[in-house]
């Protein structure tokens, strides 16, 4: 029932372009605790001018949960992940309307409150015997946790909406000529020879140690930079507000022995905090640990050796990280990779060897001598040969001849001809439906891309991040 109320008044591409709208967030934050029924600033984000409270979020949240069967509550509240995503939904369509919203404003429009009557009388769901009933309104209402006001404010927003962002619905003509032309280019097919020159054709001798270091000294092999790194994790739902504090109290005199000289160890033992010690790893390589997530490796890597990071609240907690050890990036020493280096030699030999064959077979093939080893094939831009073979002879001009390099293997390519496509109605058709999409898709990114420039979206990172639990 909800669902259709909200949708009455909106177009489906007003929908699709609320529904594509980013984030491009700068967070300003606040030093108030939000959460629950404390005071201050209870502002989740804002939208240009507007703001989208914390109260606006769950409302809608609850809404959103109440049109879903049990299933799907479950789903959402057995996985953590599953419930980020959701939130996050929840937040982004609400930041979308807001900026539909500020430029209906901004132009100027107004939908009066007879509008509104109109409007709530033609729903069917508030009919009875083919007329406006309020009992039947009054019954819909109150089980879809609206009040009079909540509704109308919502449908005014509704048609508003559908007022700035309607236009990106216009059906976009494509003229026949521009199908025909895109029609020749993806269903036309290419006449050509191909012959293949493999790598593995070519035999090579061992190499001796000195052509093997020449051969290092123009590939050297680096050692990607390591770091090895210990924390000190105090831990506390910090979604729950007398966890947070006493928490955050533990963690303040952590912080304070540490500055005054005191080992992390020492500090974390003398707290009853969890210490860890973590030894050298890669950027890409890191060990199995909870703390150790994406955004956490960044600032690792980013951070400087012997120092020892700021307070960082997480969701389980407060932490305290210290790189210990850089073992910077370097280059590996010859010896050490020396035995992995000698197939790498003999390939690249084989494939110098490889390349002055095809190229025999070009000049050949130049002189109108025949292509030897070929094959013949009608391609299409998906099917025929190897797709560097597809790749070049839709790329290259008829009449072109070519070295085309593969995995491990040489082709040379006769480009002999182009075949025009045979006329299929249905087929065109489809085309003329799929670019008629792509034009109005890159309208909707343009306008999309105009109205996160004109009402840009800044979010509150502390409420925000104690509202997903970041």
């Known amino acids: 029932m909800l669902e259709y109320l909200r949708n009455a008044s909106e177009k489906p591409i007003a929908k699709i372009l609320i529904g594509i709208l980013a984030f491009s967030f700068v967070g300003w934050g606040v030093a108030e605790w939000i959460f629950g029924g404390a005071v201050g600033d209870n502002t989740l984000v804002r939208v240009g001018g507007a703001e989208v409270s914390a109260q606006q979020f769950n409302a809608e949240k609850s809404r959103e949960l109440a049109q879903m069967s049990r299933e799907q509550q479950r789903d959402i509240y057995a996985d953590a992940a599953e419930q980020a995503r959701f939130s996050n939904n929840v937040l982004m369509n609400l930041a979308g309307q807001q900026m539909a919203l500020n430029r209906a404003d901004d132009l100027g429009f107004v939908v009066s409150d007879k509008r509104i009557a109109q409007e709530i009388r033609l729903f069917p769901d508030f009919q009875e015997n083919g007329e406006f009933s309020t009992f039947m309104f009054d019954r819909v209402l109150g089980s879809s946790g609206y009040s009079e006001a909540q509704f109308a404010d919502m449908l005014r927003g509704n048609i508003l909406r559908s007022m700035v962002l309607g236009g990106a619905g216009a059906p976009i003509a494509v003229p026949d000529f521009v199908v025909d032309a895109a029609y020749n280019a993806r269903y036309a097919m290419r006449d050509i020879d191909y012959a293949t020159v493999k790598f593995s054709d070519f035999s090579v001798a061992n190499p001796t140690d000195e052509q093997l270091e020449q051969f290092y000294n123009q590939n050297p092999q680096m050692v990607p930079e390591k770091r090895a790194v210990s924390y000190v994790l105090i831990s506390a739902d910090t979604t729950k507000p007398d966890e947070y504090d006493a928490g955050y109290a533990t963690a303040i005199k952590v912080e304070d022995d540490i500055i005054a000289g005191e080992t992390m160890a020492d500090a974390a033992k003398k707290h009853n905090a969890k210490y860890v010690v973590l030894s050298e790893f890669e950027r890409d390589k890191r060990p199995v640990d909870a703390v150790l997530t994406d955004k956490m490796i960044a600032r690792i890597f980013a951070m400087d050796e012997a120092v020892e990071s700021e307070m960082i609240e997480l969701k389980d907690g407060f932490l305290f990280v210290r790189v210990d050890k850089i073992y ?143």
Do not use: C
Request: proline share 3%; no cysteine.
């Open 328 to 470: 910077p990036e370097h280059k590996a020493d010859f010896e050490n990779v020396k035995s992995a280096l000698i197939q790498d030699w003999k390939k690249e030999e084989q494939k110098k060897q490889a390349y002055v064959r095809a190229n025999e077979l070009l000049v050949g093939l130049n002189n109108n001598q025949d292509l030897k080893g070929k094959k013949s094939a009608k391609v299409s831009r998906t099917d025929g040969a190897p797709i560097e073979v597809l790749v070049a002879a839709f790329r290259d001009a008829v009449g072109t001849n070519s070295i085309v390099p593969g995995a491990d293997v040489f082709y040379v390519l006769d480009v002999k001809g182009a075949i025009a496509p045979s006329q299929d109605g249905q087929k065109k058709a489809k085309l003329k439906e799929e670019m008629q999409g792509m034009l109005q898709n890159n309208l909707i990114e343009d306008y999309n891309s105009f109205l996160k420039r004109e009402y840009p979206i800044e979010i509150n990172e502390k409420t925000y991040n104690r509202f997903f639990g970041m």
